[in-house]
């Protein structure tokens, strides 16, 4: 795209795509995030294409878990904070000293970026490290421990300082060791007999006094770390690209799901980070820098709940959790208590898209002829255990049905149809995408709908990765690769990586394999 990334240089490069590939009778959703440039695009595109433009916009999860989770670290004024911090004006004691008045994540902060940006500190650190393991006894635990470094946060991470603070907290038992170590290095290198400092040399931040972390400091990052856990499980969840995979363990040590990118979960995604919030303020209540967690942990929760009551602009959340056998119409019990005037908005909604878009679709027997995907391969952790609690809390029964009487009332449609239709093992569905593909001819435009919206992404971070590995092509010695070059060498790698083809040349393998993880938190 050439120019500047107004919302209208966005939406013509957009439409232009679109036109290429001959699909405008085709387009779905668009899941983008909350910059205002994204609403003038999807505008400008709607009145293109003829549709309304709201109905058609998910909210990327990963985004909106930023904002909260930034609420949860820094306070309200986060956002001045960042601009200040991350605009490259301030001198570096000054930009310490900003980040040392967010409390215990800015003294983390701090101690972080300095070790890192000094050679001599971090070998200091792994030092520390090793000589703690030496000593050790051999039934010690810091005898399986690997030296490590520390993680850096940044400002466009999701979730940095969560990896920030799981590698802190792995060197907690280091960190006295590795402080009188430096302390000792910096004192006999920089000293006078008398104690005092040469000219000129500045003695290290995290050497301060006030600097250092303390006990309290460290029961605030658990804390926090802890509090976070629940944001990470989520974001591992549905970052993906919609496909069935072994994944990596998440870095909390559990199992996570094995399909990630699913639209059906983005309310229980709400609804389980929101109750982790609301379990988080008696926890912090009681730590020596209580007053000031309580008070983020409140603004991350009104933060997040703003954001969870605008799901309802499009139909798409809504109807992607009623078309998981698993829930049905259950999808909204949980509103009762704090949204009661939520349900029958968001039953409308789902049954006003089924009519006017899916009711009389014309199909083709191509589609429900389409070869099954592979089965799903089930893992457990502290999210999926909350999904299945609030399913079996559910209680469906077979009365379960939509509150809105078809148009045809003597020959029901498909729709009604199916919500008669209850067979024993539908709470237990895991994966909904392979139960409507095998209905997909008793209930043709039903599974139709079905498979739009839950192949629908409820985060951007797979599109994010394209973006990252497409830049790994370009290099210096390839910096003259047309544009169609490179799209179809990642639509090619695409389909390698979703199994659609079966081989693919050497150099394109090797360039599918250099994929970040948008959380990765290795060195």
Request: charged fraction near 30%; charge should be negative; hydrophobic fraction near 35%.
């Amino acid at each position: 795209m050439d120019g500047r990334h107004t919302g209208k240089n966005i939406a013509a490069a957009v439409l232009e795509v679109i036109s290429s590939y001959d699909i405008e009778k085709k387009i779905g959703y668009f899941t983008v995030d909350n910059a205002s440039n994204n609403d003038t695009a999807l505008a400008e595109i709607g009145d293109a294409l003829g549709f309304h433009w709201p109905e058609r916009r998910v909210r990327c999860l990963g985004h909106v878990i930023n904002l909260v989770v930034k609420a949860l670290l820094f306070g309200q004024d986060y956002e001045s904070f960042e601009r200040d911090v991350n605009d490259g004006l301030l001198t570096v004691q000054r930009e310490h000293e900003q980040w040392r008045k967010r409390g215990p994540i800015g003294k983390l902060h701090n101690f972080c970026q300095e070790v890192n940006r000094s050679d001599l500190w971090t070998r200091k650190l792994i030092s520390a490290q090793e000589h703690r393991i030496r000593e050790a006894a051999e039934d010690s635990g810091f005898k399986a421990h690997k030296p490590v470094k520390v993680v850096t946060d940044n400002a466009t991470r999701w979730l940095s300082q969560f990896y920030m603070m799981q590698r802190a907290l792995r060197l907690k038992p280091f960190y006295d060791t590795f402080i009188f170590e430096a302390r000792a290095h910096f004192d006999s290198e920089n000293r006078t007999r008398c104690g005092n400092l040469r000219k000129g040399v500045r003695e290290p931040y995290f050497l301060q006094e006030g600097n250092r972390l303390e006990e309290s400091d460290w029961e605030a990052i658990q804390a926090l770390h802890d509090i976070l856990l629940n944001f990470e499980l989520v974001i591992k969840s549905l970052q993906g690209d919609s496909q069935s995979r072994e994944k990596q363990r998440s870095l909390g040590e559990e199992a996570i799901d094995q399909i990630h990118g699913a639209s059906w979960e983005i309310l229980d995604a709400y609804e389980f980070l929101l109750d982790g919030l609301e379990t988080a303020k008696g926890i912090v209540a009681g730590l020596p820098e209580g007053d000031h967690l309580v008070v983020n942990v409140n603004n991350a929760w009104k933060k997040l709940d703003s954001y969870y009551a605008k799901v309802g602009e499009s139909p798409l959340i809504y109807a992607a959790a009623v078309l998981n056998p698993g829930k049905r119409w259950d999808a909204f019990d949980g509103w009762y208590e704090d949204h009661p005037n939520w349900i029958d908005a968001a039953r409308q909604q789902v049954y006003r898209l089924w009519r006017e878009q899916y009711k009389d679709l014309p199909i083709d027997a191509e589609d429900v002829l389409e070869p099954p995907r592979k089965a799903l391969r089930l893992s457990t952790n502290k999210f999926t255990n909350f999904k299945k609690q609030r399913r079996d809390v559910s209680g469906q029964t077979s009365a379960s049905l939509s509150p809105c009487a078809s148009p045809a009332a003597t020959e029901p449609d498909e729709f009604e149809l199916w919500e008669h239709d209850h067979a024993a093992g539908d709470k237990h569905v895991e994966d909904p995408r392979l139960y409507w593909h095998k209905r997909r001819q008793k209930y043709p435009r039903l599974s139709r709908m079905a498979l739009d919206l839950h192949t629908v992404l409820p985060m951007s971070a797979e599109v994010e990765r394209l973006f990252s590995v497409t830049g790994h092509m370009v290099v210096p010695l390839r910096n003259r690769l047309h544009a169609d070059t490179l799209s179809l060498c990642q639509t090619i790698r695409s389909w390698y990586h979703a199994g659609v083809i079966q081989d693919l040349d050497p150099m394109l393998k090797w360039t599918g394999n250099m994929i970040p993880d948008v959380e990765e938190s290795e060195d």
